[in-house]
Structure formats: structure tokens, C-alpha cells
């Protein structure tokens, strides 16, 4: 699609997993003389998969320069657009569905979404703006003007296929590529022959099993079979026995067809169709189902794919054929050479058959199942005597594992089979401990969990419905402005992202969008795979050899510097002598093409000599005692004394896991040399063009002058943006300035994750000493993060926390001590929040364990331990007043029901033993700005051009937040002028010099300043022309006379922030310019036999000073809120024993999706509230409210902990973030945790993975 410029189409992952790539696909079915739509992950669908078909683009549904399409205008009206980079994808899964249904539910939109993901906006405002297509309209958006949905003006499918595919598709098709030959033959029989003819190539259908493998793992296929056109795979048949689908019908057809069946039958009839739909709604994202085939689902025979347990537990049955060989039929457990032509599905169960099927994976859907399971019982008639039980596993070892005990049993269906089934089954799922996958005893004692669920299910005929209502509530209060502020004034409106539009119709660009420049090169980093190693050679010939390798790049190659500075500490652009970690950049293959860049850099050669130490935990770092410099202490009061004098003393440690960034867009630039004075332009994602700009400066032996970092938007950033772009542009950059062409640099999903890492894991060690009623006296924290092996920003970050350690709690004697572990991973960087949330949720922790101590409930704890005088000072003896937080404390409490839901909670977990729910509110203080007062700054440059239009350009970078927006509705206020009239191009070195980060939550604030000054100046100079002609309209003021009279029209604007600092020495300092409160209330329910868990309803309440942009700061709240969802209960990374990081891609690491979001998300904006320190009385939203996915962690832990009081268990537990499904369950120890044993001791094996 880049080769016909349609770059709406956006590249997030390449694996199915991201949905940014969907499209929709069009094919007429002569049997049936209809055209059928379904949407499709384009980066899994080979071209020469697609004779026949037609596809659909963003681009080919609405443009801003014709029309928009509905679903565009109103995803973009519903602010459902932040960063913008999965909104095509959103788009066009919302389009494939109204071309389906113009009327849908919110079931069906709910389904349509299932494979898109969105780490910007929380899904709320994209599930809002979809919803009005179902009636429903919100508060932050009207329907008023928008367009209505006309089928009438929908593209047409193109007539010369319908034309060709009625006349019959032909004979067979062969396409020959450099690589691969495919084959399309024309009919069964043809595919007979083929397959007879090359009986080792692999037939291809929907390719999201084959092309993932192709493209991840090296797989190579010189010849491939697609049957995808074969009319006789795709029939489906019903008979007496039952359905008989054909191998290449694809998992939604199969699915369509079984929610029919299920209607019309009698529901005893369709269990196994019921069981087998259950599995099918949480299988893989829509674009998925619609291309995977039942065929290759079984006969991928993946033990994480979910269908074969369950059809083999139904006892199904697959049709073989082979050339010249009658038709035969097998059970799905039976292999065969043969070709399967099609599954038949048994219906027909009789009453005395129970079939269920289950899965646990990662995340709710979209997840591939860590364990799935098919079980059967067949009962003599009448009776509850087993006649035979068949049990299947997927996902505990590399082949299905079957439990079968067929002849008769002659047991009754009671707690004594229960026991002995759970024994034998114990004993037959152990793992052991080094087994591939890791998660050895959850997934043992998962086995067993589903199947005691399944003994319930039969003794209660229960019949569970897997179903999720979209009920998503709206922001239920915003802030609107006053009746006396001028209706022309957009300050303080819910005004829509300005790009918002270009977004939603994919023709916002991107860097990647670029058109190549003439000779453009590509250029692919050669990364350590060791941990601590010396390098002994590079031998880059075979790479030079691949067709279209240029060079190879090393530390030789750089011209200037092969360092990057920052702060006096340096890291080396390519490692030189020593790794240090896996994953660490030691060269780079420049070629003339990506894929042939790629192939190059896999062939270049490394020889090392391992080092010792190598460690890679916080643990082993602080047995080494191998810390950074410097480290960090806090103190106010005297934590010993104090300790003399409490009631109670507690101590403990809390753990936090990493985080990866996860924007949607990956890294990298194109760097173009202008063959001119060292000259070169870098088209850059980066949240710091300055620093990308001094870095290749100093990298090339340049002057900062020649170089040019443009950076129209990014898709995403989080903080990730800021540092390792920086090394990636130099790089970029010396391979410009070595070929003497211009070169692209972008990073695949997988080496994005490994290369330039995320948030820091955390460890907190405290001893809190605490009066009977709560009242916390005295702490002592000390703070360890894993810093990976170079410092980076990783000691600004463990300030960070240590200066949020007292969040809005007054503890008079509290200490805390950060220290930065360095190790052999990939260095952690700066993350939305930076360093925050783990200081918050660490003395958060504290409180929940003093309340669980003092048998309190924990928010009476909380409260009494909050800061309350007008007059406070901070534990860094910073003055703030706590007024406004206390005021988002009460109406979060008492906007969420607290006390009522509280009690409910209670009486739920009273009444339920396998279920548990727990709430859970804390307040948040959050300091914005940066502690280096340095930074705070701003500057803005503003033009006014002769027609009377105004161009800004400011130093921060456009990545979602809406800055771009904001600065635009202040320039407006000011200039009088619409924001309409006003356009911001990009931001640009070459136009705003030395800019600080868009980091903080400051960008806005400085920005926003910055731009207010400039137009106050232009302003200033306007005022004679204005009162002498008072009745004028701006253009002739600006056209007519300021232009003629020679009064300058570009002015440049400064923000001189606070001086903030710390002395550390003190342990004082104002380190923020200000504060922003809020107060987050969660509500959970777990599943206590499986870890999954369902967030029920989340309240926020924020206060954000006089929002600027109510709308764009409810997404704020909510996406930030969504990314600490992430954080603190699913996204979890793994490492291998020897360092390397497993989890890269959205298929190992799960960020959240629409199934995870609460569906009642409320998030209030505290009324009347001021913030003299900023623009306009606003505050910064950016980072805070990432912090507030800690309700849900606490609210887990309060329901496990009502689950372990079941089991006799009340003392303390540890849990650490985030609480994956495996920590939910192994922690609500029962019965069934206590039958899996493992006697293998830590130390005594090498695990699978290791938490870092
Ligand atoms: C992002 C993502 C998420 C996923 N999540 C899940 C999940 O949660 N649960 C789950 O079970 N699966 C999941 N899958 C796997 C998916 O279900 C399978 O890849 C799919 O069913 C394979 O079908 P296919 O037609 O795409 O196979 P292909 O990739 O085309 O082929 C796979 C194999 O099957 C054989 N084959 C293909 N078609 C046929 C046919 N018609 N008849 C006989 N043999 C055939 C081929 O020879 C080949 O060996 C996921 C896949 C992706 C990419
Ligand atoms: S890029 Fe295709 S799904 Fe992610
Ligand atoms: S707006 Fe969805 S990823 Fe940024």
C-alpha cells in the first residue's frame, strides 16, 4: 500500500495482534450471488491472496477534501482520536460491520472491536462516537449536523470481478516471486494434485498461523498451496448427526452459523455447539476469526490454539481425502497424512451428556489461553453414574494432553469422584518446573480448576453465559464554561483534536507516511544477544552479500562522537568492546530495501567472550551491591524516635513489574543529508527533537545549526520518546552521512520492545510504625529500581518517586532511600508517570497493610491519615494546599456509592465461595513540572501572513494529548481570530530553538504560555491599527494597514517557568510548580478457580484546574487511567534466564482492550476549581491519573483476600504487580493449589522466565 502512497493503512505490529492494518475485504460467493464483507489485518494478507477480492482502505471511504464517511466524523467528533495511529484500523472495522449491519447493537460493535487496540484514549470515546450509529449519544458529543448513515453512497463492488467470478474463477493460478511460488488451484481435485506433486508444502488459507511463522520465526515455505478459492471446503451441510463445515470455512462463519443453530435448538441439543461458542467469542480479535479457518486451527496443532480440545471432548470427526484414495473418517485425536476436507460437528447430545469447554489466558479476549480445555460426561440414563469422562488439555505440553477414562466408571457424579479425579489428574498435568511456557504450577493447578468447574457446572446444570454488555457510562460531569464568555472564545470548550479529522481518514502523516526520497536506504540494527560479554569479531561478508545490502555500520563508521550525553552520563551509540545487555545496538546493516536490510542484519556474525557477574534481578543487584550513582534520600521528622512510640510496628516489601511503552507507532526517522555544509533533515518521532538534534550534532561532528529535526506527530509516546530515539537518529544519521543518501529507520514491533525498554520494575522494602486507629507515625521506605545497564534517566526517576513517596498522606517521621540497581538488561527509560506511580503505590501498600492490621476498613485509614491544614507542607517541605485533593476524595466516595457498594461487596463474598469482589478508593497528590528547573520553560514563534491567517510553531511535540489543540484555542482568545484561521505545522528546531521535552505533564502549561506571549506581543503591536479603525475586520487590519505601515508580524513568545529544585542534602525544595489531585475509586470480582478478573466500575474524580479542553482532559484522565489498568493487572514482561526479553509483540504482552475497560467508567472533573500557576487557571492531566489503575491491584488484593479467609488463611500475603490471572490464583490457595506440589527449589532448576 506505500508503493500506491495509501499510508492510511497504519503498521503496528505485523502479527495480527494490533489491528492498526484493518482493512475491509469484499468477495462475491456465485453460490450464494452475494457479496460478502469481512474486516482483515492487512499486514497478514498476502497480495496474491487476494485475486478475486476487492479491499477497501480508509482512504477509500471519505476524505476531508470530498466527504468524510460517518464513521470517521463521528469517532473524530467523539474525540476517539488521540495519537490517531489505530484509528483507521477502528474505522474500518466499524465501517465493515455497518456495511453488514447499518444497524447494529452494541453487542455487535462491542465484537467489531475486539481485534483493534488503542493505547491512548481507553476505548470509551471510540465505543461513544460508534454507539450513536446504535441511537445512543454522550454528553462530550452531540449529534447534532452529523452525518447520517446512507448505505446508498457506499463504494460498489467492482463489477469486472463480479463479471469474472460469474463467468467462473478459472483454472488454477500460480504466482512466482523471488522466494516463493503460490499455487491457487482451481478445484478439489486440482488440490489433490498438487498436493500430491509437493506433498511438503503448506496450504495456506487465512496465513495467521503460516505467515506469522514465516515472518517471526524464520520459517521458510519456497512453495505454498491456498485452497482459499475451493468452493468444496467452504460448504457447510447439515445432517442427522449434525454440522459438517468445511476445512476452509473461517471461525466467524463457523460461529455465524452455531449462534443460529443454538437458537433454533433445543439448548440440550446444543451443548457442544454452546461450549464451543463460548471458546469462539473470546478466540483471537474479529479480523482474525474472519480469516482463520477451522482446517488450520486444528491442523496448525498449536497447543495454545483452543479448538481442538473441545472437538476432540465432543468427539467430532474429521473427512480426510488424498489423491486417488476413498474419503475417510477419523476422530480429531488421530493422525493422518491425509487432507482434511471437513469437520463435522456432533449435535444431538443427550441428556445425560455434559461438553463444556474452558480457557484462562492473559487478557478476557484477544489473548491466546495460557490452559484451554475440553470435558465430557456421559451419565447412564436415569442416573448420575459415570459411564465415561474424556478430559483434554491444550497449552501443558507440546501435542493436546487427554485425560480419558472410557469404559465404564461405574462412579457416582460426587464429591468422592471429585477427590479422585483431582488426584489422578494432579499427578497426570504436573510440569515440571523448567517446561516451556513458564507459569508451571498456575497452569497445573488450572487443570484442576476447570475441571472442578466443570463438576459444578454438571452437578448444577449450570450453563454460564460468557457475555459483556457494552454499558459504558459517560463522563458524568464536565466542566462548562461561563454564560459571559464570549460564544467566538474556545478557552475552556470540549473542542475537537484538531488533526482529529485527518486522522480518522488516514491522511494525517506520519514519518513513516513520507514518500521515499530518491535513493533512499533502510537501515536495521545489529543487536547483542548476549547479556556480559567482550566482542571478538563482527564478520559482516555474508551480509554484504544478501542482493541490496549497501555496508555495514559499526562504532568505526561514526564521524563525530560515538556517545550520547545526557547530564554527564554517556552511552555508547554502538557498543565498541563490551555488551552489556541483550538487545544492546553493536551495529547496522544498511540496505536498499527493509526485508533485504533485515535478511542482511541476520546474517552478520558476532563471536564473544562471556563475562561474569551477569544478573539481571533487583534482587541479585543489591547481593552484588551494584548500584548507579547517585542515591537518593528523603527524610522529615525522626523515623527512629517515632518508631519508639507507635502501637505497632509492620514490615514488608512490595515488588512492581516493568512496563512497556507500547505506542502504537514504533521508533525511528528518516534522516536526509542535503549535500550541503554537513546539512541534514531528520523527519523524527521523538518527545525531544533538541536532544535528538544535539545528539546527532555531536554524533556527525556537526554544529547543531545544520541539523533539522521536523516531528509533525507521533503515534504515541508515554515518555519512551524521549531518549533512545535520540541513539536511533544518530545512528540513522551516520549511515546518511556514510552512503551520502537519504536513510529510514524503523524499528519492528519486536526489536522496539527489545531495544528501547519501558518502565522501571520496582522494589519497596518498608518498616511502618502505627497507633491502633491507623494513624501512621513513622516509615521507612527504601526504594530499589531496576535500572538496566546504563543510568539514563533512571535516577531522575527514582527522585520522582521518592518525592511522591508521602502521595496525600501527613506522616510525620517518614524516610525514604531510592536506589538504582544496574544490571544486564536494556536500560529502562522515562514512562508516563516517571517513576510516580511506583512511588505512590508503594506507601499506597503501606496503607492497605496498616488497615488490614488494625481490622479498619482501609479508607478510614486512609482518611485519617490525609493531609488536612490549608497550610501543608509536603515531606520536601513544599507548601501546598491539600483543599481541592480532600474535595476529590469525598465526592469520589461519595460519587461512587462507597460505603452502600461496600457493604454489597461484603455481602457478595458472604454468599459467594468461588467468586470474590473487592473495591478500593485512594486519593493522588502528583507534582507537575519538572524537578530541574531548567526545563521549565517554553517558547512559541507565531506568524501572521498577509491573508490573516496564523501559522504557531512550538517547541512541543503533538502526540496525542492535544497540545497542539490547546495552543491553537489560546492563540485564538488572544488573536480574536477562529481556530479555523490558525494552523500549527509541525514542530521544528530549525523554528523554536533548545525546547525542553513534552514530558512531565508540563507541555501544555509551558507551551500554552509561550504561545499566549507571542500573540500578547503581536496583540500589543496590532492595538494602534485596531482603535483607529475600530470597525475593521482582522484581515484588513492585518492586510491593510499593519502589513503597509511595516509593522513586524511574527513574533516569538517565552515562558519562564518556576526555578524548582532540591537539595537532597536538606532533603528540601520546591520540586513542583504546582500540584493536581483527584481521587479514583475501583470496583473487582475474581474468579477465585481461574485468576481472571473482571473490572466492574471505576469513579475518578480529577481536578484540572479550569480545563483548557474538558474533552481532551476526561481522555486524559481515562487514557491514563487505562494504561495503569495495564500496569497494574495484566501487562507483564518476561525475560529468559540468560536475559533476554520474550514478551515482543502484542501476541506475548497484552495491553488492555475493550474487554478490560470497566463497563462503568464515570470520570468527573472537580467543579470550581483554581490553579493560579498555570495557563488560564488549568492544570497538567498528562501523567497523574496512570497511577489510579492501583484501585484495581487493592481491590484484587481485598478479594483474594476474602478468598484465602475461606480457606482458614486471614495472616498478611504478599502479591506483586501487576495481578496477572496467575497471581490471582495462586494466591486464593483452596484445595486444588494444595494437591499440586512441587518439590523442585527455586535455585535447583532453570526456570523459564525470571521477574526482573
Ligand atoms: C493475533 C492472533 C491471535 C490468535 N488467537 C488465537 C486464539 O486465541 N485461540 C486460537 O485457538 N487460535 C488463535 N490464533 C490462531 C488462529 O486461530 C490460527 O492461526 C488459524 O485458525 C489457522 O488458520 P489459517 O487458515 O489462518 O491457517 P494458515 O496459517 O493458513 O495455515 C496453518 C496450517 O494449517 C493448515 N491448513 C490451513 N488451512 C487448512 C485447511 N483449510 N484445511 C486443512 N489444513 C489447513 C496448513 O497446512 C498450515 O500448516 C490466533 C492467531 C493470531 C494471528
Ligand atoms: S499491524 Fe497488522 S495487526 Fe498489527
Ligand atoms: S489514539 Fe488509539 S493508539 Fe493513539
Known amino acids: 500500500m506505500s508503493a500506491a502512497r495509501l499510508t492510511g493503512t497504519k503498521y503496528g505490529c505485523g502479527s495480527g495482534g494490533c489491528g492498526a492494518c484493518t482493512v475491509m475485504l469484499s468477495r462475491y460467493d456465485p453460490l450464494s450471488a452475494r457479496v460478502l464483507h469481512c ?5 497478514l494478507l498476502p497480495v496474491v491472496s487476494l485475486h478475486g477480492a476487492a479491499v477497501v482502505t480508509v482512504e477509500g471511504i471519505g476524505s476531508t477534501k470530498t466527504k468524510l464517511h460517518p464513521v470517521q466524523e463521528r469517532i473524530a467528533k467523539a474525540h476517539g482520536s488521540q495519537c490517531g495511529f489505530c ?33 491512548c484514549t481507553g476505548y470509551r470515546p471510540i465505543v461513544d462516537g460508534f454507539k450513536t450509529f446504535c441511537g445512543i449519544s454522550s454528553e462530550l458529543f452531540h449529534m447534532n449536523g452529523v452525518l447520517p448513515l446512507d448505505p446508498s453512497q457506499d463504494l460498489i463492488f467492482p463489477p469486472e470481478l463480479m463479471l469474472m467470478l460469474q463467468k467462473g474463477g478459472g483454472g488454477r493460478l500460480c504466482f512466482q516471486g523471488n522466494r516463493v511460488k503460490w499455487f491457487s488451484p482451481a478445484d478439489l481435485s486440482d488440490l489433490l494434485e498438487l498436493r500430491a506433486a509437493h506433498p511438503n508444502a503448506p496450504l495456506v488459507v487465512g496465513n495467521t498461523n503460516v505467515g506469522p511463522n514465516m515472518m517471526f520465526k524464520g520459517d521458510v515455505h519456497p512453495l505454498i498451496i491456498s485452497p482459499g478459492s475451493v468452493m468444496e471446503l467452504h460448504t457447510v451441510s447439515w445432517g442427522k448427526k449434525g454440522v459438517t463445515f468445511g476445512s476452509a470455512c473461517s471461525l466467524s462463519e463457523v460461529k455465524e452459523e452455531l449462534q443460529g443453530a443454538v437458537g433454533r435448538l433445543d439448548p440440550e441439543e446444543s451443548r457442544v455447539f454452546q461450549a464451543l461458542l463460548n471458546t469462539l467469542r473470546c478466540l483471537a480479535g474479529k479480523q482474525i476469526r474472519n480469516m482463520a479457518t477451522v482446517g488450520g486451527n486444528i491442523l496448525s496443532a498449536d497447543p495454545k490454539y483452543d479448538l481442538s480440545c473441545i472437538l476432540a471432548a465432543a468427539d467430532c470427526t474429521l473427512q480426510l481425502v488424498s489423491k486417488g484414495t476413498p474419503h475417510q473418517t477419523i476422530r480429531i485425536t488421530t493422525s493422518s497424512t491425509k487432507f482434511p476436507t471437513a469437520l463435522t460437528l456432533t449435535h444431538g447430545v443427550r441428556a445425560w451428556e455434559f461438553v463444556s469447554a474452558f480457557r484462562q489466558a492473559q487478557r478476557r479476549e484477544f489473548a491466546f489461553s495460557i490452559v484451554n480445555a475440553g470435558m465430557k460426561v456421559v451419565f447412564k440414563e436415569g442416573t448420575d453414574t459415570v459411564q465415561s469422562l474424556s478430559i483434554f488439555y491444550g497449552g501443558m505440553g507440546p501435542t493436546l494432553l487427554r485425560s480419558t477414562q472410557r469404559k465404564p466408571m461405574r462412579l457416582s457424579w460426587n464429591e468422592g469422584l471429585l477427590e479422585e479425579a483431582c488426584r489422578l489428574l494432579a499427578e497426570e498435568v504436573a510440569l515440571p518446573p523448567t517446561a516451556h511456557g513458564g507459569k508451571t504450577e498456575f497452569r497445573s493447578i488450572l487443570s484442576l480448576s476447570f475441571f472442578f468447574k466443570f463438576y459444578m457446572q454438571v452437578v448444577q446444570e449450570l450453563r454460564e453465559k460468557v457475555g459483556y454488555l457494552l454499558t459504558i457510562l459517560h463522563p458524568s460531569h464536565i466542566q462548562m464554561v461561563s454564560e459571559i464568555q464570549s460564544s467566538k472564545d474556545p478557552v475552556g470548550r470540549p473542542r475537537v483534536h484538531i488533526a482529529a479529522f485527518q486522522q480518522a481518514t488516514g491522511e494525517a502523516k506520519y514519518y513513516d507516511d513520507l514518500p521515499a526520497v530518491s535513493g533512499e536506504l533502510f537501515v536495521f540494527m545489529v543487536t547483542s544477544t548476549r547479556a556480559h560479554a567482550k566482542i571478538i569479531s563482527m564478520d559482516f561478508s555474508e551480509a554484504l552479500r544478501v542482493p541490496g545490502a549497501v555496508t555495514f555500520l559499526s562504532a568505526r563508521d561514526v564521524p563525530g562522537q560515538n556517545r550520547r550525553l545526557w547530564f554527564n552520563n554517556t552511552e555508547e551509540l554502538f557498543a565498541e568492546e563490551e555488551v552489556c545487555c541483550v538487545g544492546q545496538i553493536i ?50 521528622g525522626n523515623v527512629d524516635e517515632a518508631f519508639g512510640k507507635v502501637d505497632r510496628i509492620l514490615e514488608g516489601e512490595m515488588y512492581m513489574g516493568g512496563q512497556e511503552h507500547f505506542y502504537m507507532e514504533t521508533q525511528g526517522l528518516i534522516a536526509v543529508p542535503r549535500g550541503e555544509d554537513g546539512e541534514m533533515d531528520l523527519y523524527v518521532a521523538t518527545q525531544h527533537a533538541a536532544f535528538t538534534q544535539e545528539v546527532v550534532g555531536h554524533t556527525l561532528g556537526v554544529d547543531s545549526n545544520k541539523i533539522t529535526c521536523h516531528v509533525k506527530r507521533l503515534g504515541g509516546g508515554f515518555g519512551g520518546k524521549v531518549m533512545k530515539i535520540a541513539s536511533l537518529s544518530a545512528i540513522a544519521a551516520t549511515a546518511a552521512y556514510k552512503t551520502g543518501r537519504a536513510v529510514r529507520c524503523v524499528l519492528d514491533r519486536g526489536d522496539d520492545m527489545l531495544i528501547t525498554s519501558g518502565r522501571h520494575p520496582f522494589l519497596g522494602k518498608y518498616k511502618v510504625g502505627f497507633m491502633n486507629d491507623g494513624t501512621i507515625l513513622a516509615a521507612d521506605i527504601t526504594y530499589y529500581s531496576n535500572g538496566g545497564s546504563t ?65 479498619l476498613p482501609a479508607e478510614e485509614v486512609r482518611a485519617v491519615n490525609m493531609y488536612s491544614e490549608e497550610e501543608s507542607y509536603t515531606h520536601h517541605r513544599q507548601p501546598f494546599c491539600p483543599r481541592d485533593m480532600v474535595r476529590c476524595w469525598d465526592e469520589c466516595l461519595e460519587k461512587s456509592d462507597y460505603s452502600s457498594r461496600r457493604l454489597a461487596v461484603q455481602h457478595f463474598n458472604a454468599t459467594n465461595r468461588w467468586r470474590k469482589r473487592g473495591i478500593c478508593a485512594v486519593p493522588l497528590k502528583f507534582g507537575i513540572g519538572f524537578s530541574k528547573g531548567f526545563y521549565n520553560q517554553g517558547a512559541a514563534l507565531v506568524n501572521i501572513y498577509k491573508d490573516g491567517s496564523v501559522l504557531v510553531s512550538h517547541g512541543g511535540t503533538e502526540m496525542g494529548q492535544g497540545i497542539n489543540t490547546k495552543a491553537v484555542q489560546i492563540a485564538s482568545r488572544i488573536l480574536g481570530v477562529p481556530m479555523s484561521s490558525i494552523h500549527i505545522k509541525e514542530t521544528c528546531t530549525g523554528n523554536v530553538p533548545n525546547a525542553a521535552p513534552s514530558a512531565a505533564s508540563f507541555g501544555t502549561d509551558a507551551v500554552g504560555m509561550a504561545v499566549k506571549d507571542a500573540c500578547e506581543k503581536l496583540m500589543k503591536r496590532l492595538e494602534p491599527v485596531m482603535k483607529a479603525y475600530p470597525k475593521w475586520t482582522w484581515s484588513q487590519w492585518v492586510i491593510t494597514e499593519a502589513y503597509c505601515q511595516k509593522i513586524s508580524l511574527s513574533a516569538t513568545g517565552f515562558f519562564m517557568g518556576p526555578h524548582t529544585s532540591v537539595d537532597w542534602e536538606k532533603s528540601e525544595g520546591a520540586a513542583y510548580y504546582y500540584f493536581t489531585f483527584g481521587a479514583c475509586c475501583s470496583e473487582v470480582e475474581i474468579d477465585c478457580l481461574t485468576g481472571d478478573h473482571k473490572n466492574i466500575r471505576t469513579d475518578i474524580v480529577m481536578d484540572v484546574g479550569k480545563s483548557l479542553n474538558p ?25 529468559s534466564p540468560d536475559g533476554a526479553l520474550r514478551t515482543r509483540g502484542p501476541n506475548q504482552y497484552k495491553i488492555p482492550a475493550l474487554c478490560d475497560i470497566p463497563p462503568q467508567l464515570n470520570v468527573h472533573l472537580l467543579a470550581d476549581s483554581q490553579n493560579p500557576n498555570a495557563i488560564y487557571s488549568s492544570k497538567g492531566i498528562g501523567e497523574p491519573p496512570v497511577f489510579f489503575g492501583c484501585t484495581l491491584f487493592f481491590a ?57
Open 39 to 43: 474486516s482483515a489485518n492487512a499486514c
Open 87 to 119: 484509528t483507521p484500523g477502528m474505522v474500518m472495522s466499524m465501517y465493515t460491520l455497518l456495511r453488514n449491519q447499518p444497524q447494529p447493537s452494541l453487542e455487535d460493535i462491542r465484537e467489531a472491536l475486539t481485534g483493534n487496540l488503542c493505547r
Open 587 to 636: 551495529g547496522a546493516v544498511v540496505a536498499e530495501s527493509r526485508e533485504q536490510a533485515k535478511r542482511a542484519a541476520e546474517r552478520v556474525r558476532v563471536t564473544y567472550d562471556d563475562l561474569s557477574p551477569v544478573f539481571f534481578t533487583i534482587e541479585e543487584a543489591i547481593q552484588h551491591q551494584s548500584f548507579f550513582n547517585p542515591k537518593r534520600k528523603l527524610e522529615r
Open 791 to 855: 543510568l539514563d534517566e533512571s535516577s531522575f526517576i527514582m527522585e520522582k518517586a521518592l518525592l511522591h513517596m508521602d502521595n496525600g498522606y501527613k506522616i510525620p517521621n517518614l524516610r525514604g532511600h531510592g536506589l538504582v540497581c544496574k544490571t544486564h538488561l536494556p536500560s529502562y527509560t522515562a514512562f508516563r508517570g516517571f517513576g510516580g506511580p511506583q512511588g505512590l503505590t508503594i506507601i499506597e501498600s503501606i496503607l492497605h497493610e496498616v488497615a488490614a492490621e488494625c481490622g
Open 1111 to 1135: 474533552a481532551l482532559d476526561v481522555g486524559q484522565v481515562e487514557g491514563g487511567f487505562v494504561q495503569g489498568l495495564g500496569l497494574y493487572t495484566i501487562e507483564e514482561l518476561q525475560f
Open 1196 to 1252: 484484587i488484593k481485598e478479594a483474594i483476600a476474602a478468598a484465602r479467609r475461606e480457606s482458614g488463611l486471614n495472616g498478611r500475603f504478599a502479591l506483586s504487580s501487576p495481578a496477572t490471572v496467575e497471581k490471582i490464583r495462586m494466591a486464593c490457595v483452596d484445595r486444588f493449589t494444595e494437591m499440586v506440589c512441587f518439590t523442585s527449589k527455586p535455585g535447583s532448576f532453570t526456570p523459564w522466565a525470571i521477574n526482573v
